[in-house]
């Protein structure tokens, strides 16, 4: 069951929020829930985001392995061209 959340808006905002959430045929409520759900992946997806990336940072650190860019752009290049193409190899650094 949801939980009940009280927020406090600035006059102004109150009054946007309300004049959008009815142009887009919603109620004031259901438009800040959207909105915050919204917000939320986003922020999700961006911590998601930098774990992998530290993570992958961590790798490299331990393992000193790379690809060279030039040789996934080219490799991507082909596969989306349907050529056939060998992946590209992990190098140390």
């Known amino acids: 069951m949801a939980e009940t959340t009280t ?3 600035p ?3 109150k009054k946007r929020v309300s004049e959008v ?4 045929g919603q109620s004031p409520h259901a438009f ?10 986003l ?10 990336a530290l993570a992958a940072e961590q790798e490299v650190a331990q393992y000193g392995l790379v690809h060279d860019g030039d040789e996934v ?10 050529r056939k193409a060998s992946r590209p190899r ?3 650094l």
């Open 21 to 24: 959430a009815a142009s887009a």
């Open 73 to 82: 752009l080219a490799y991507l290049k082909a596969r989306l061209e349907g």
């Open 32 to 41: 800040m829930v959207e909105a915050i759900e919204q917000q939320t992946q």
């Open 43 to 52: 922020a999700e997806r961006r911590r998601d985001f930098i774990g992998a």
């Open 11 to 13: 006059d102004g905002l």
């Open 90 to 92: 992990k190098r140390k």
């Open 7 to 9: 927020m406090k808006l």
